[in-house]
């Protein structure tokens, strides 16, 4: 290949990468090379999750998660619309297991409101109204901005208007290798030059970080979610998303039901830590690199509490009789039989602080002299990453 040069040259064609392009593009820049180490768009996280464009529950208010969801959630919403892509405007209802939780929802409302999300606290008769099958102790939690979407069409429609702007080039099948030199990277296709590469890799972005110098006291832990499927006859029973009271001082929302845009109810994920930042199915995406994962996850274990309750819980959920459990807490009359196996799965790579051997709960974005380095887009960033993508430019890129 000869050398190619991108006035910004992206690594990663997942929704951060591609909303940084659109949002760069919508600024003038004409000249923008996306790499994208797979041959077909969304085979990672972007692809593979549950296609909620939540509201800002949950998030503190401070975080930077907080300021982008919402209106993240408006701007995917209002895409969809112009694109005529699927969005399914059910909303969300949060229910309690027990008084404990039950209290946690007065909390998670006041969050909610702090970061302008319109919720309401509802009694069983309300919540009967939206979620006939739901069940919770007294209260639950209504939000009414969640939606759901079809990832992989968003992935597809942006992907396409990139493309056809003549501006935009997104070399599939190109893997980022290292940088070389000053602002020239080495890919398994040879080399391109840059005036700023933007580092959007997901699950590889603290790898390809730690080459250009930057974040290396973030490390990587990746998470597997798995889904089962409600069968077909019982999907009358969601109507829109039903989900858990979590714990808030993990970033994992747990096991949850989501009505997709096809009609089928998805119950998961799960957050087990995983052998491999591709490790979807066993022993798929498993090497080397498992030894240091598995290091890594022993030592977050021993000094981290909220880790450690996380380790214990979540892989049982293997087993399908503690996943049923988990599910049957949301809905009245699921049988076992009601739930199917399913292929789908994803990971979750969250970043760990390791001097401070903290799962980061926020966004991270760092810049150098000539790379931007986008860290830990947990979820919601597919929810908010037009804004997000916004805020990059202004603060980072400009
Ligand atoms: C199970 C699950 C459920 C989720 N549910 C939701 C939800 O309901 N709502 C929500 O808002 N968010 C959700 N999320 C989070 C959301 O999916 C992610 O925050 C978002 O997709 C991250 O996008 P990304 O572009 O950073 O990563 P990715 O989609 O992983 O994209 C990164 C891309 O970089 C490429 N890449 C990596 N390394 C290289 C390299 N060296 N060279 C070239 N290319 C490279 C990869 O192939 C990949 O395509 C969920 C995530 C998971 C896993």
Same mark, same amino acid.
């Given at each position: #290949?000869?050398?190619?040069? &991108?006035?910004?040259?992206?690594?990663?064609?997942?929704?951060?990468?591609?909303?940084?392009?659109?949002?760069?593009?919508?600024?003038?820049?004409?000249?923008?090379?996306?790499?994208?180490?797979?041959?077909?768009?969304?085979?990672?996280?972007?692809?593979?999750?549950?296609?909620?464009?939540? &509201?800002?529950?949950?998030?503190?208010?401070?975080?930077?998660?907080? !300021? =982008?969801?919402?209106?993240?959630?408006?701007?995917?919403?209002?895409?969809?619309?112009?694109?005529?892509?699927?969005?399914?405007?059910?909303?969300?209802?949060?229910?309690?297991?027990?008084?404990?939780?039950?209290?946690?929802?007065?909390?998670?409302?006041? +969050?909610?409101?702090?970061?302008?999300?319109?919720?309401?606290?509802?009694?069983?008769? +309300?919540?009967?109204?939206?979620?006939?099958?739901?069940?919770?102790?007294?209260?639950?939690?209504?939000?009414?901005?969640? @939606?759901?979407?079809?990832?992989?069409?968003?992935?597809?429609?942006?992907?396409?208007?990139?493309? @056809?702007?003549?501006?935009?080039?997104?070399? /599939?099948?190109?893997?980022? +290798?290292?940088?070389?030199?000053?602002?020239?990277?080495?890919?398994?296709?040879?080399?391109?030059?840059?005036? #700023?590469?933007?580092?959007?890799?997901?699950?590889?972005?603290?790898?390809?970080?730690?080459?250009?110098?930057?974040?290396?006291?973030?490390?990587?832990?990746?998470?597997?979610?798995?889904?089962?499927?409600?069968?077909?006859? !019982?999907?009358? #029973?969601? +109507?829109?998303?039903?989900?858990?009271?979590?714990?808030?001082?993990?970033?994992?929302?747990?096991?949850?039901?989501?009505?997709?845009?096809?009609?089928?109810?998805?119950?998961?994920?799960?957050?087990?830590?995983?052998?491999?930042?591709?490790?979807?199915?066993?022993?798929?995406?498993?090497?080397?690199?498992?030894?240091?994962?598995?290091?890594?996850?022993?030592?977050?274990?021993?000094?981290?509490?909220?880790?450690?309750?996380? @380790? =214990? /819980?979540?892989?049982?959920?293997?087993?399908?009789?503690?996943?049923?459990?988990?599910?049957?807490?949301?809905?009245?009359?699921?049988?076992?039989?009601?739930?199917?196996?399913?292929?789908?799965?994803?990971?979750?790579?969250?970043?760990?602080?390791?001097?401070?051997?903290?799962?980061?709960?926020?966004?991270? $974005?760092?810049?150098?002299?000539?790379?931007?380095? $986008?860290?830990? @887009?947990?979820?919601?960033?597919?929810?908010?990453? #037009?804004?997000?993508?916004?805020?990059?430019?202004?603060?980072?890129?400009?």
């Amino acid at each position: #290949m000869r050398t190619e040069r &991108a006035d910004f040259l992206i690594c990663g064609g997942g929704i951060i990468g591609l909303t940084l392009a659109r949002e760069l593009l919508n600024s003038g820049c004409e000249n923008i090379i996306i790499l994208e180490k797979e041959n077909t768009p969304g085979k990672h996280a972007s692809g593979r999750n549950s296609g909620v464009l939540h &509201a800002g529950i949950y998030y503190s208010p401070d975080s930077l998660k907080a !300021k =982008l969801c919402l209106q993240g959630n408006f701007l995917m919403k209002q895409y969809c619309r112009e694109k005529g892509l699927p969005l399914l405007e059910t909303g969300k209802v949060i229910v309690a297991k027990n008084v404990k939780e039950a209290e946690t929802l007065k909390e998670l409302y006041s +969050r909610a409101v702090e970061n302008g999300a319109k919720v309401e606290l509802i009694d069983t008769g +309300r919540l009967e109204e939206i979620e006939p099958y739901a069940k919770t102790h007294g209260t639950a939690l209504y939000s009414y901005y969640t @939606a759901v979407v079809d990832p992989g069409a968003i992935l597809k429609s942006l992907h396409d208007d990139l493309v @056809a702007s003549g501006k935009v080039r997104i070399l /599939t099948g190109t893997e980022f +290798r290292r940088p070389k030199g000053s602002r020239a990277v080495l890919t398994n296709r040879g080399e391109i030059r840059f005036d #700023m590469f933007i580092n959007a890799a997901g699950a590889y972005s603290d790898r390809v970080a730690h080459c250009f110098g930057v974040g290396l006291d973030y490390r990587l832990i990746p998470f597997k979610g798995i889904y089962r499927k409600l069968r077909k006859d !019982k999907s009358y #029973m969601v +109507r829109g998303n039903i989900y858990p009271v979590p714990d808030i001082r993990n970033p994992f929302l747990g096991v949850h039901l989501t009505r997709n845009t096809k009609g089928e109810v998805y119950a998961g994920p799960t957050a087990i830590t995983a052998l491999g930042r591709e490790n979807y199915r066993f022993p798929e995406g498993i090497n080397a690199e498992a030894f240091d994962i598995a290091g890594r996850s022993a030592v977050l274990f021993l000094v981290n509490p909220k880790f450690r309750k996380v @380790a =214990l /819980t979540e892989p049982r959920k293997y087993i399908f009789r503690f996943f049923y459990e988990d599910t049957k807490r949301l809905i009245k009359n699921l049988k076992p039989g009601d739930i199917v196996s399913s292929e789908k799965a994803g990971i979750r790579p969250q970043l760990v602080d390791w001097n401070k051997k903290e799962l980061v709960m926020d966004f991270v $974005v760092i810049r150098d002299a000539d790379s931007v380095h $986008v860290l830990n @887009a947990i979820s919601p960033a597919f929810t908010s990453s #037009m804004v997000f993508a916004k805020l990059i430019k202004e603060r980072f890129l400009t």
